[in-house]
């Protein structure tokens, strides 16, 4: 079937939305600027994956494509470290050496030859054709960073007592599981979508955006009886 930009671009128009509402949010900057810049990258990504399907698959723009999704394991990790205080140093260190495996990433992709080889679009998603060296490597790079962050979030909800950071560790390692969950099972159920899966992921992303809005909004609430249905 032929490509249809329209659930890319209604997602990228969603995060664009949410991510500008975010930054009028009160609280603390490193949480809003944070989460902002998450949902914007996520947008950024359904944009290059409509110009590439759109207009005709290049290499550059899937490249492109890798490297503006590159930067949300760190970030996402970031983010965990500013609202799970108790753990803040460790997890902050943390996100620096996937923010340093990133760039070296980011290298590889843009200097490579033959990172992506081939772009192929169908119905609402992408397919790369990649290596497999390069797709094992970047693939494992991403797989500890998206781990991390359900890891780190679920092990922040149980220790952190302050409400308002329990709730927002708690979007976060949801946000993170109601995307990466349903990706891995329509990759695996579906024969024909080899080489989806960083696309399919983008697009069930738009939950991690959803609960990131709801991480947000929740920012500069002390304490909110909305929150502490969330602490059981």
């Known amino acids: 079937m032929d490509y249809s930009p329209l659930l890319s671009l209604f997602t990228a128009v969603f995060e664009i939305i949410a991510a500008l509402w975010i930054v009028t949010k009160k609280g603390s900057k490193s949480v809003i600027y944070t989460s902002s810049i998450i949902l914007l ?3 950024g990504y359904q944009i ?17 494509a890798f490297i503006v999704v590159t930067w949300l ?3 996402g990790v970031l983010l965990i470290s500013y609202i799970y205080p108790k753990e803040q140093n460790k997890i902050n260190f943390f996100s620096k050496l996937l923010f340093f495996a990133g760039l070296a990433m980011i290298i590889w992709i843009a200097v490579g030859n033959n990172f992506v080889t081939q772009t192929v679009c169908s119905v609402v998603y992408a397919q790369y ?8 490597i970047y693939s494992s790079y991403y797989w500890v960073g998206l781990l991390s962050m359900i890891l780190l979030s679920f092990h922040g909800f149980k220790r952190t007592e302050d409400k308002k950071r329990k709730y927002q560790l708690k979007m976060m390692g949801t946000g993170t599981i109601a995307f990466v969950l349903p990706s891995l099972i329509v990759a695996a159920l579906a024969s024909n979508m080899k080489g989806a899966l ?24 002390d304490s909110s009886e909305k929150t502490k249905q969330f602490d059981s």
């Open 48 to 64: 290059l994956e409509v110009a590439v399907c759109t207009y005709g698959s290049t290499i550059m723009l899937s490249k492109i």
């Open 129 to 136: 054709t990649t290596p497999n060296p390069a797709y094992l």
């Open 73 to 75: 394991p760190p970030l």
């Open 198 to 221: 960083a696309s399919v992921m983008c697009h069930f992303a738009l939950f991690l955006a959803v609960f990131i809005v709801f991480l947000a909004r929740y920012e500069n609430n």
């Open 41 to 43: 990258l996520l947008a």
